[in-house]
């Protein structure tokens, strides 16, 4: 099974939520890094990294001697990644989405394909080798994320439980990093911007037609909207996290939810199963 | 005209909250907000829009499903995995996975396969209590958040120079990617606001080389400072080592959040120590301009 972790507004607590669903469960888990821009799982998990491999994607090369600066492949790219002025096109690698376009509209078979490194994916092992930790990282200055969590979800078995830890927002990467899961936990803090965000997350998984239930972090600290809201969706809340200070401070360390709330322990435990007993309901 | 983006790395660090104090201190600024993707800049300032207008970027593919032969070569030219086949043996687009390559529509031997323009949007012209805002809404599950943030920059800065604004101050989206690039590339100065914890710590490194690769110059605040005061000093340091100035510290302060909750800004709901440190931020954010 795979749950993924998700909000539409940043720090409402993914990776706190899904680092700590990997450690309460006693089962052998696989825990992906998906939030490939700003990657923290491993701070809180801090794996022992078996090996590394690079995210390769493939960018044009023009040969300019066979090039006739006809412009066509200019004109086909919908991402403005080659530009011709009656020359052999100028290629802005970070705006290729390697379609493959430009090559098959050359008249002159002058493109040929450069693999280029956009990210990077650490495997390793925590807890005693029970949770295996698959992590992505965008490259600074790289802008497309999602060919490095199509990376990372490349390592997922179908055999073993996965956690995967979304980036924050609606967008193609948030997107990219749902398909395929089979659950999806949205953590929502109790504010204004928390219940706007949650809105927003709610109606995406909702378009994409995955069955979902929300967590509330911080529960106490904020106003009921967000609880409110859930009642009058019909919204299964999972679980409401305790507003503690020592829980701001442990997280700054790189502490992990049970070490400040450890009563969180037996809930964080079930949640596979009653994913699965939901999952059957539905 | 200058330009400044709040940015984070991480989100939940307190970015919105702060843009909306510098909007409510700066006297003459349009505000703009290029979190296309989870915007909550409108709960604090309540914008009165004047003006809505779609955001049509790039296209979209769809089969014509009478006129498809059924024989696959879309999707064998497809990169993106965005093809799939009907129970009728035909082809359609999953629009989720697609990317407007045009690579479909362009191997298609029948021409079978439509692009027209996609809808990923709205953009907004609004009227606030500090002046006027750009912001915008990104459909659910769309791509060209980048393309958005752009449009919203320009719609912003337009604005400025019409109505000759000193500032334009933007809230920009959490992490490092695509609508990241698009929010800083050629800003006049990026304020990152992070939190003393190893994560902040972490990502604020990372926008820090974002901005340096850019060449856009930055500096620092860290919010919730007496969480860690240790963490505080230790970023500061990597701050400084990154050509950043740090510009202050600002408390844990519950008084954030209740401001979020009567919809105003910080310093329109309390005085008070936050208040003051952030007042003397956004003095020191105007003389770095000058």
């Known amino acids: ?282 | 005209m200058k330009e400044i983006v709040v940015i984070s790395g991480k989100g939940g660090t307190g970015k919105t909250s702060i843009t909306g104090c510098f909007a409510a201190l700066a006297e003459n600024a349009v505000l703009a907000d290029c979190d296309v993707d989870a915007a909550d800049l409108h709960m604090l300032l309540a914008p009165e829009i004047i003006s809505r207008n779609d955001f049509i970027s790039g296209n979209e593919a769809i089969v014509r499903e009478d006129d498809c032969t059924g024989c696959g070569v879309c999707k064998k030219n497809c990169k993106f995995d965005a093809i799939e086949v009907t129970p009728e043996g035909k082809y359609r687009v999953n629009p989720f996975s697609c990317e407007g390559c045009m690579v479909c529509v362009e191997v298609c031997p029948v021409k079978a396969i439509d692009f027209p323009p996609n809808h990923c949007g709205e953009w907004y012209f609004s009227h606030t209590r500090f002046g006027p805002m750009v912001h915008a809404r990104l459909g659910v599950a769309q791509e060209n958040s980048g393309k958005l943030v752009s449009t919203v920059r320009l719609e912003a800065a337009a604005k400025a120079k019409e109505l000759n604004k000193d500032f334009v101050i933007v809230d920009g989206p959490p992490g490092i990617g695509c609508p990241v690039i698009a929010s800083i590339t050629g800003a006049d100065l990026i304020v990152v606001v992070t939190e003393p914890t190893i994560s902040g710590r972490h990502d604020m490194k990372r926008v820090l080389q974002l901005a340096q690769h850019f060449s856009v110059p930055a500096c620092v605040i860290v919010n919730k400072w007496d969480i860690n005061p240790e963490m505080t000093e230790v970023i500061e340091a990597d701050a400084r080592n990154s050509s950043a100035e740090p510009l202050g510290r600002i408390p844990y302060d519950r008084a954030f959040t209740v401001a979020q909750i009567n919809g105003r800004t910080l310093v329109e709901e309390t005085t008070g120590e936050s208040v003051e440190k952030i007042t003397t931020i956004w003095e020191k954010v105007c003389q770095k301009l000058k």
């Open chain 1, 1 to 282: 099974m795979r749950i993924a972790v998700a909000s539409g507004k940043g720090g409402t607590g993914k990776t706190t939520v899904a680092v700590a669903l990997s450690m309460a469960v006693s089962e052998k888990v696989l825990y992906a890094d998906c939030d490939v821009e700003e990657p923290n799982g491993s701070i809180f998990l801090r794996p022992e990294i078996s090996r590394t491999e690079k995210v390769l994607v493939e960018v044009p090369e023009i040969d300019e001697e066979k090039c006739i600066s006809c412009g066509k492949c200019a004109k086909f790219c919908q991402f403005n990644a080659l530009v011709s002025l009656g020359t052999p096109p100028l290629v802005f690698p970070e705006l290729c989405h390697s379609c493959g376009g430009c090559a098959i509209v050359c008249p002159t078979d002058s493109i040929s394909w450069k693999k280029v490194s956009i990210g990077e994916i650490t495997v390793g092992s925590a807890d005693s080798g029970r949770v295996s930790v698959i992590q992505g990282k965008l490259n600074v200055g790289s802008s497309l994320a999602p060919p490095v969590i199509r990376q990372v979800k490349s390592h997922i078995a179908d055999d073993i439980l996965t956690v995967i830890d979304c980036p924050p927002g609606t967008a193609c990467p948030v997107i990219e990093s749902l398909d395929g899961a089979d659950y999806v936990l949205l953590v929502t803090e109790p504010t204004p911007f928390g219940l706007h965000d949650l809105i927003l997350a709610v109606d995406t998984v909702r378009v994409l037609g995955m069955p979902f239930s929300v967590v509330i972090n911080r529960f106490d600290e904020g106003d009921d909207g967000v609880e409110n809201y859930c009642k009058n969706e019909k919204i299964h809340i999972m679980a409401k996290i305790p507003h503690r200070r020592s829980m701001a401070e442990v997280y700054s360390r790189g502490g992990i939810l049970f070490d400040a709330i450890p009563e969180m322990l037996d809930l964080f435990k079930s949640i596979p199963q009653m994913i699965e007993r939901g999952i059957e309901v539905e």
